[in-house]
């Protein structure tokens, strides 16, 4: 896997070790928003052949902390983390490209809200999730 900068990700950050084995790529990524995007396949399967929910959930998290990552003002990358989010699975897939699409919704200088939606390469949706984030101390 090679950085995660293209034309729509100006952030060239080096992927961490569980970005790494879950797969995903981070394919857009901006002030407010983050798209995150998976070549879902048998690996990434529960035992009954769909996408597991920790992937989804692994890739939710992701895009929702992204999405506040970039600081309006400087268009520096602050470290954050979640401290709470809810899921909600909508329906089951057994692979192909998975699309989650993370947005900041609010927030102040501490913590702030996300939330993101994750579909199939259909459209269809897949599960939602809505988020709030800590900045992480000495993260400007």
């Not at 400087?74 to 979640?82: F, M, P, V």
């Amino acid at each position: 896997m090679s950085s995660d900068q293209d034309e729509n990700n100006k952030y060239d950050v080096e992927p961490g070790g569980f970005q790494k084995m879950v797969g995903y790529d981070i394919t857009e990524w901006d002030v407010g928003h983050a798209v995150l995007s998976l070549d879902a396949g048998s690996d990434h399967g529960n035992r009954n052949g769909f996408i597991h929910g920790g992937v989804l959930m692994t890739m939710l998290d992701a895009a929702c902390t992204r999405a506040g990552a970039v600081c309006p003002n400087t268009g520096e990358l602050r470290r954050s983390a979640t401290v709470s989010m809810t899921t909600n699975f909508i329906r089951a897939t057994q692979g192909g490209v998975l699309r989650v699409e993370g947005k900041k919704t609010g927030g102040g200088q501490r913590l702030f809200f996300a939330e993101a939606s994750a579909f199939d390469d259909d459209g269809h949706l897949l599960a939602t999730a809505m988020a709030t984030c800590r900045y992480a101390s000495g993260s400007s």
